[in-house]
């Protein structure tokens, strides 16, 4: 992945479901190592275009690019890119801890030196890290989730509603962990229902209806 | 608290129910659920009697000492895994929790699993009474004998109560009863590989049985009166749990999708463990360490499997063919132990996008400790049978290593297969219609054990076993393997989609 492109072009993008429009010529540019954090009303479409962005849904018409390439489910693309836009599964007998290990792993990172303990602090699942995430609760599936997005290397970051089911102090966590992602050269791509969460995260605000070229 | 009254509730239930179904649907129910017996019962009555009561008794003193734990076990953990005491799901969600009388909400469910522990224990008797007794038997000690049996069977049902009520106990009782059909497996085993005296004497008179089978229905019963006295005072989760089994079961039967009822089983097994956050292997892939992590956590199913390496003795005396289809299955779910791994990707690739691997390297990955597992246990079976003489001379444990890949590609094939397609058209026959989505679906991944056509055709004609059968397995087994790696994944794709 070249980073001299935007991390997330969008043109003319064009989705319905059966006869409802939902997506209408909608256009966006996220430039590389920015953020970018769409808001709007539930059914406008947020996790549509988070999910044609991702590639897990094919659009009726436009174009997107991502860091200059088309996405697809190429190994190269999922290594450059993390999503949290589709529910999680977990594996069979693994712990919190030892799901986040495998992740590093798998990145060729060195499980002692990925942090992984700080990361299960910071998201306050320390105490957790022998459970089986199943056992866990919905809020604290959700920062497992994020906790294995943040730890493994990646580009770019595709996140739907990251601070859903968290608490107060935990989106300000996640939303501090997403400031230091972008600090340190990533691309952001979120849709939020908290204004507060997405300035914390350091990520430009923008309305879904200004994305569109025609207004609805 | 004051109780509502149960009966008029279950009466204005039942009665809106019916209010839905067709005049003279349960009659017709009946009707052709009696009707399929007697269809059924009339085709195979002759294997039933070889079953139940073989023309001259055929078991040994051993065997029939090693029947009684195997079947009757099997019953025990069978009502234990299912309850005994279960709910509908919707009346434990809506009846449970209202202010009837607990007893009598549970009193039917317990009289149906007491008739049903009765009748099995009853048959389970007969059938080891017509193996092992000689026919002189008269007709009073073969109806005591199998009173008695049924009621052991309700005797089992009382204590599997008392463990589903009680506390840790249960498990340990359980372990102990497993332990009991290993030691009863490990008798018929012995019993199949020596010359045994076939069972004669030593029965006991009608007159002895009389006094022994009364105390017995005494004790049952006295047991069986205090099981109803306290039967409000079992606990509400373990009767949503079962509530939750029997609801599972019914749409596994319905839907005819046999994986819902094992994903049930496996998270409840999960979520009963208590695990400790370990290191995964540095030195080995790291999905490779991940697959050897799930066996080392299933420690016991692995024992399992290793006994039941001398399974395949049991047929010693059957065609030679059927000894090479068990070592082939064997190898199978041996492969199957960390298979849930692969399922879990299948169904829902999410963590395989996240660890940014594509299918192809995954896959390479995922088969080596099923293939290490089913050569294992082919090896083991083989050698088993080789060293007690029902195979001919050669070297089979190294047949037995060439069957890992053959166990291996099965396996995961059968972890990737998904849910069964309902869509796919229904067959027309004599019989009826059979649908065949899951037709095809329980063939595929035991499909793959065609790959080990070479050893099966060399079991089967029981020629000693050259070097070359062994090379031409390998050979077979190995191409067969990378074959599937080919045709199945891909090196520029992350999901494992093989549909």
Redesign the interface.
């Known amino acids: 992945m070249v980073s001299d492109h935007p991390a997330v072009e969008v043109d003319g993008l064009h989705v319905s479901y059966g006869s409802t429009p939902v997506l209408v010529d909608v256009a966006l540019v996220v430039p590389a190592g920015t953020g970018v954090c769409v808001t709007g009303e539930n059914g406008i479409g947020k996790s549509t275009l988070l999910r044609c962005v991702s590639s897990l849904q094919e659009p009726d018409a436009g174009e997107i690019r991502v860091f200059g390439g088309s996405p697809g489910?190429?190994?190269e693309f999922?290594?450059a890119v993390?999503?949290t836009v589709?529910?999680?599964?977990?594996?069979?007998?693994?712990?919190?801890?030892?799901h986040a290990?495998?992740?590093c792993?798998?990145?060729g990172q060195d499980?002692d030196e990925a942090g992984i303990d700080e990361a299960l602090d910071r998201l306050g699942l320390a105490g957790h890290?022998?459970a089986?995430p199943?056992?866990l609760s919905s809020g604290q599936k959700q920062r497992l989730t994020l906790t294995?997005?943040l730890l493994?290397p990646s580009s770019l970051l595709i996140l739907d509603e990251p601070e859903q089911r968290l608490d107060r102090e935990g989106r300000a966590e996640v939303a501090g962990l997403l400031a230091e992602y972008l600090r340190d050269g990533g691309s952001l791509l979120m849709a939020s229902h908290d204004d507060v969460f997405a300035a914390a995260s350091g990520a430009a605000i923008t309305t879904m209806e200004s994305l569109s070229a025609v207004p609805r | 608290m004051t109780t509502v009254p149960l009966v008029p509730v279950r009466r204005w239930i039942s009665r809106r129910q019916s209010a839905h179904r067709e005049r003279g649907a349960t009659a017709g129910n009946i009707y052709f659920a009696v009707l399929f017996l007697a269809v059924v019962g009339g085709m195979v009555h002759r294997q039933l009697a070889v079953v139940f009561w073989p023309t001259h008794p055929n078991a040994s003193g051993l065997a029939a000492a090693g029947l009684v734990p195997v079947l009757f076990g099997l019953l025990y953990l069978a009502l234990r895994r299912f309850g005994p005491l279960a709910l509908s799901r919707p009346a434990a969600s809506w009846l449970l929790p209202a202010p009837v009388s607990r007893r009598r909400l549970l009193l039917p469910s317990l009289r149906l699993t007491a008739i049903v522990a009765a009748l099995t224990g009853t048959l389970l008797g007969l059938a080891i009474v017509g193996h092992a007794a000689p026919r002189t038997l008269g007709g009073e000690t073969i109806a005591l004998l199998g009173t008695g049996a049924g009621l052991a069977g309700v005797g089992l049902l009382l204590v599997a109560l008392a463990a589903q009520a009680g506390g840790r106990w249960g498990d340990r009782l359980d372990a102990l009863v497993s332990l009991l059909l290993a030691a009863g497996l490990a008798g018929l085993i012995a019993d199949a590989t020596t010359d045994e005296p076939l069972a004669a004497g030593g029965w006991p008179t009608a007159t002895t049985l009389v006094p022994l089978v009364g105390a017995v229905a005494l004790v049952v019963g006295s047991f069986f009166a205090l099981a109803v006295r306290g039967l409000a005072r079992t606990p509400n989760e373990r009767i949503l749990d079962a509530a939750k089994t029997a609801g599972t079961l019914f749409d596994s039967a319905f839907g005819m999708e046999p994986s819902f009822l094992t994903d049930m089983i496996e998270r409840r097994y999960w979520a009963r463990r208590k695990l400790r956050s370990v290191r995964f292997p540095a030195r080995l892939p790291v999905l490779v360490g991940q697959d050897l992590l799930l066996v080392l956590r299933r420690r016991s199913r692995v024992l399992w499997l290793l006994l039941a390496a001398g399974l395949p003795v049991l047929l010693a005396s059957a065609p030679h063919a059927l000894i090479g289809i068990a070592v082939l299955i064997g190898a199978l779910l041996a492969a199957g132990i960390p298979a849930g791994n692969v399922k879990t990707d299948a169904g829902n690739p999410v963590l395989l996008r996240l660890l940014g691997l594509s299918s192809r390297q995954a896959m390479l990955q995922r088969i080596w400790v099923p293939g290490v597992l089913a050569a294992l246990w082919s090896t083991a079976a083989l050698t088993v049978l080789s060293v007690l003489g029902d195979l001919p001379a050669g070297p089979w444990w190294a047949l037995g290593i060439t069957l890992g890949p053959v166990g291996a590609v099965a396996a995961v094939r059968r972890a990737r297969v998904g849910f069964v397609r309902n869509e796919l058209l229904p067959l027309d026959t004599p019989m009826g219609t059979v649908s065949t989505g899951p037709l095809v679906n329980a063939v595929i991944g035991p499909d793959a054990l065609l790959l080990g056509l070479p050893a099966l055709i060399e079991i089967a004609q029981g020629h000693p076993l050259s070097w070359l059968t062994v090379l031409v397995q390998a050979v077979v087994g190995g191409v067969g393997a990378r074959a599937y790696l080919a045709g199945t994944t891909d090196p520029d794709r992350v999901v494992l989609n093989n549909r």
């Open positions: 489910g190429t190994p999922w290594r993390v999503t589709e529910p999680p599964t977990w594996y069979p007998g693994l712990t919190v801890r030892e290990e495998l992740v792993r798998a990145h499980p890290a022998d089986i199943p056992q294995c997005a493994r």
